[in-house]
């Protein structure tokens, strides 16, 4: 399976009709952010995962993928940013309000992969986290991505969803490996 990360310095609902189509459909992956840093590292060529060279041989010897268990789940139409975002948070004070009430997540012991939609054009449109998996550094997370079957009038939407999962020391940034 081949993964990409490609930036996205504009909003969504600015992108051609048929760039947002491949985009929502997972031709390609989200804009990665790594949230606690105080810079957002370069990005990585395509289909060459981003290595943070800090945590570097913390788990590389363990190149078996393994399911990282999801502790407690949310979703919502609307709150996320209005670019596609995946981000792994592990500060309270990165946290949406949102998210915060839903999952009460301890930071002590606990993270959340936050992933938002971006700006959609209507109501139908929704996301759901199905599983995060690690690789050695790496953690990779799979959603499903509904959107309506035919244009639906109305105001646009910001779907995201979010998972507690446990605390993983060593991992660099999420990578978006599937979308249904």
């Known amino acids: 399976m081949r993964m990409h990360r490609l930036p996205l310095a504009r909003p969504a609902a600015s992108l051609a009709p048929s760039c947002r189509a491949a985009i929502a459909s997972g031709l390609v992956a989200v804009s990665l952010a790594l949230a606690g840093c105080g810079s957002t590292p370069a990005p990585a ?3 060459v995962p981003h290595r943070d060279p800090a945590s570097a ?3 590389d010897a363990d190149a078996t993928p393994r399911e990282v268990p999801i502790l407690r789940r949310t979703a919502a139409s609307n709150g996320s940013p209005a670019l596609y ?3 792994l948070i592990e500060n309270p004070d990165e946290l ?3 998210v915060a ?3 009460k997540p301890d930071f002590d012991n606990e993270a959340v ?3 938002g939609m971006g700006e959609q054009p209507g109501p139908g449109y929704a996301a759901e986290i199905t599983s995060v998996r690690r690789t050695g550094s790496e ?3 799979a959603a499903d991505v509904r959107r309506p079957e035919e244009a639906v009038g109305g105001d646009p939407t910001t779907p995201w969803s979010a998972v507690v999962i446990e605390r993983q020391p060593g991992v660099t940034m999420p990578l978006l490996s599937d979308f249904n």
């Open 96 to 98: 949406p309000g949102p």
């Open 57 to 59: 041989g913390v788990a």
């Open 113 to 115: 992969v936050f992933f």
């Open 85 to 87: 975002t995946l981000i």
């Open 45 to 47: 060529a395509e289909g």
């Open 101 to 103: 009430d839903a999952l």
């Open 139 to 141: 953690l990779t997370v």
